[in-house]
């Protein structure tokens, strides 16, 4: 599970990230963010929303629903077509039972109650954003080697963004989810590799 050990908060180079809805700062119930989230353990009955699709969101959705809250999912894309591979852990499941609910964008908070962009409202008790970080990346990397945009991520577009001119790397910086971590880690790797080996060739 992708949930933050006790005490733990985001890293310096990642803030976490919240949308801005209107009304959510008149929400009775609570408001955390997915490095906040530790498990679903006393959310038994409660409904619960959580926001965003990607690993995080899903890996809690599942163990809300295990846990026996009422749990919901805002899911912008078709489900069976997310815009990056997720690792699921039986969520997809679950949501085809209707364990847990699909539901479109947040439109707006009254009181306890939430507005999506299909009209509908329905009462929650917590929700959890699990929608991502910003990328403080520019405030502390002093020479960036033209690999970092001005937003703090990747400024070539994928699949030349991993590496810059003078031996610095990125990995996981153009929103391409954990496979697309692990393709720029292995890309990495094989370029260190091959630099190692040049030497000896000589």
């Known amino acids: ?59 809690i959705a599942y163990d809300l629903a295990e846990a026996g809250a009422a749990t919901s999912i805002i899911v912008r894309s078709e489900i069976h077509t ?9 969520t997809y499941a679950k949501i085809k039972t209707g364990e847990i609910r699909v539901l479109p964008a947040m439109k707006a908070v009254h009181g ?16 959890v954003f699990a929608t991502g970080y910003r990328s403080t990346t520019k405030k502390w990397l002093k020479s960036d080697d033209g690999l970092i945009g001005e937003d703090g991520m990747a400024r ?12 610095l790397y990125c990995a996981g910086m153009v929103r391409r989810g954990l496979y697309g971590s692990c393709e720029d880690a292995e890309s990495i790797a094989e370029d260190i590799s091959k630099k190692k080996k040049k030497p000896h060739q000589a």
């Not at 070539?156 to 031996?167: A, L, Q, Y």
């Open 156 to 167: 070539r577009s994928f699949p030349e963004h991993w590496k810059g001119e003078n031996g």
């Open 82 to 90: 997310p815009a990056y591979p997720v690792v699921d852990v039986g």
């Open 112 to 127: 306890n109650v939430v507005e999506f962009a299909d009209g509908k409202r329905h009462p929650f008790d917590a929700i």
């Open 1 to 59: 599970m992708a949930h933050a050990a006790e005490g733990e908060k985001p890293r310096e180079e990642e803030q976490e990230h919240e949308e801005e809805v209107p009304g959510l700062d008149g929400f009775p119930g609570k408001v955390m963010h997915a490095c906040e989230y530790r498990t679903g353990k006393g959310m038994e009955g409660k409904a619960v929303l959580v926001v965003g699709s990607g690993n995080s969101g899903m890996e």
